[in-house]
């Protein structure tokens, strides 16, 4: 199944998705301190790492609740920046830079 999150990252395969979904929680257990890890975090519950997918009904990771991107799609009423008129703007571009694919994700959504 294609879930796109907002910034084009890929939800569908995303691991701590389908971790969620088979309410594994030693696997989320393990992205949890990954997360630690990434982020320069304290201890992060593994509950906390449930997520059903960025713009999908349901939990959010704390590894992507936040996100600058998200936010920004949400407070703009859109599943994802491909359906912004902005896009690429100046506040995906690290992501974008960093992940093309994300960008080409969106690109394609956009090209429908
Ligand atoms: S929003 Fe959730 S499902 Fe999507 S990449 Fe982030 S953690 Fe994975
Ligand atoms: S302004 Fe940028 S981050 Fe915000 S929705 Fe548009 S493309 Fe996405």
């Known amino acids: ?5 907002c910034c084009g990252m890929d939800c569908g395969s995303c691991e701590v998705r389908r971790a969620t979904e088979r309410n594994d929680m030693e696997t989320l257990s393990k992205m949890a301190v990954a997360e630690e890890i990434r982020g320069g975090r ?6 906390k790492m449930r ?13 992507c609740a936040g996100c600058k991107v998200r936010m920004c799609a949400l407070q703009n009423g859109i ?13 995906g571009d690290a992501i974008w ?11 394609r959504i956009r090209s429908r």
């Open 51 to 63: 997520c059903t997918g960025c713009t999908e009904p349901g939990a959010k990771s704390v590894a």
């Open 97 to 107: 830079e960093a992940l093309p694919e994300y960008k080409k994700n969106l690109e």
């Open 42 to 47: 304290s201890f992060i519950l593994p509950s």
């Open 79 to 91: 599943p994802h920046c491909g359906f912004c008129e902005e896009f690429p703007c100046d506040l």
């Open 1 to 5: 199944m294609e879930i796109v999150g």
